[in-house]
Structures are given as C-alpha cells and as structure tokens.
C-alpha cells in the first residue's frame, strides 16, 4: 500500500539534545512538507521541498533543519536552538502543489522534552 | 496574508442530526478550498475541496461543503451525524496561483457526536 510512514511515533529528548524525525513516502510525489500542532493552534508549516535537493522555510522553520536528498525522503531534524519543541509533527506530501491537489499525511511523531 | 478561520473551537450535536462546521477564510484571488478530518493521535485525512465549478462539492462519509464567494465562507456540513464522525476538523485554503505550495489551516474544530 502507498503512504506516509513516519518514525518514531513517540520519542523524548533531553534539552539540549537534537532530535531527527523520519518521514518516508512510496507515493511519487515530488511535494513534501513538515507541518507542526499545537492544541488550539491549528497546523503551521515549518519547511517544504518541491523537488529533490531543495527545499524552503515555512512560517516556524527558526530552531529546524530538513534534508531533501532522494525523494522518497524528508527527515526534520529538531535542533536546540528550537525553544519549544514540545508538539506534535506531521509529514505530508502531494503531487505537486497543495492547489490543486490534496494533501497526504504520515500518522504524526509526538515528541516530548523532558 | 492569508487567513482562515474557524470561529467554534468545538461543535456538539446529536447523533442523527444534522451538523455544520463552519469556516471563513481571507485570502486573494481565487482560492482552493479544503476540508481534513483528524482522530486522536492520527495524521490528517482528506475530506473534499472546492477548485471551481458548483458551489456545493460533496465528499468522503456523506459529507459535503457549500462555498459563498459573497461570505467568503466554506462551511462543512452533513445531513445526519453519526457518533463516529466524532473528530477534529480542519478548514484550509490556498491562494489558487499555478504551483502554490503555501496551504493555510484553520485551528480546527473539535465536532462531537452524542449518541
């Protein structure tokens, strides 16, 4: 079956700790995206890439990095200098932009600072 | 900027009544409308979109939403609820322009279904 598998589901970390969450998609689809939730505060996006090797900054990206090297594969890494990692990620990707076409999502990664 | 809002944090209704959750956006131009359902601790799931054409689109479980240029609104609604359709629901629109990436979301509403 195509999806969205992102891993791990739940994971702790430390401050001071950079964390890499994976997202791996068997879609074909070119668009990838990292949306972060919050309760109350909806989906904000954090980056986006449309092709492989390149990439652009969402509304939240200060405190994140991605990574576009095959296109299968969008890995967020959650760095320290983030000041509130604590949230719930979501991988998404689509065919191409999100105009037309819809959106698929992972099944999200929880992550807890401790 | 482009904004979409989602004016009740939570939505109740009896099972078997029908239900609308409602949704406002601000956004240039033509925009694309869209509506995603998510269960606890779950990734988001397409429900339907307005692109063009009739003004009422019909999507996934028995769900359909009417688009109102003049209101600049896209409410989601469904003739008879059913307690499974408990969830969070989420509004979201982008501008319309070819090769748009920037898909903006609502806060979403929490719709809860009592049997």
């Known amino acids: 079956d195509g999806g969205i598998t992102q891993s791990p589901k739940y994971l702790f970390r430390k401050e001071g700790q950079n964390v890499t969450l994976s997202c791996e998609q068997n879609?074909?689809?070119?668009?990838m995206y990292w949306y972060r939730q919050d309760p109350g505060q909806g989906l904000r996006l954090i980056y986006y890439?449309?092709?492989?090797?390149?990439?652009q900054k969402g509304d939240i990206a200060e405190g994140y990095s991605v990574s576009r090297e095959k296109k299968e594969s969008f890995p967020l890494t959650v760095t320290s200098a983030q000041k509130n990692p604590t949230a719930f990620y979501l991988c998404?990707?689509?065919?191409?932009?999100?105009?037309?076409?819809?959106?698929?999502f992972g099944e999200g990664s929880r992550l807890t600072v401790l | 900027a482009q904004s979409v809002a989602q004016p009740e944090d939570q939505v109740n209704v009896a099972e078997g009544n029908p239900l609308t959750v409602k949704c406002t956006y601000s956004?240039?131009?033509?925009?694309?409308l869209f509506w995603y359902v998510q269960y606890p601790n779950r990734g988001l799931q397409f429900l339907l979109k307005?692109?063009?054409?009739?003004?009422l689109v019909k999507g996934s479980y028995g769900f359909e939403a009417e688009f109102n240029k003049s209101q600049t609104s896209f409410h989601l609604k469904k003739p008879s609820a059913l307690v499974s359709d408990s969830a969070l629901y989420f509004c979201?629109?982008?501008?319309?322009?070819?090769?748009?990436?920037?898909?903006?979301f609502g806060k979403g509403t929490k719709l809860s279904v009592i049997p």
């Open positions: 998404a990707s689509s065919m191409s932009g999100t105009n037309t076409g819809e959106l698929f």
């Open positions: 879609l074909n689809h070119d668009a």
């Open positions: 890439s449309q092709i492989v090797n390149d990439f």
């Open positions: 956004v240039s131009g033509n925009p694309y």
């Open positions: 307005y692109i063009t054409g009739d003004n």
């Open positions: 979201a629109a982008n501008p319309g322009t070819a090769g748009s990436y920037q898909l903006t």
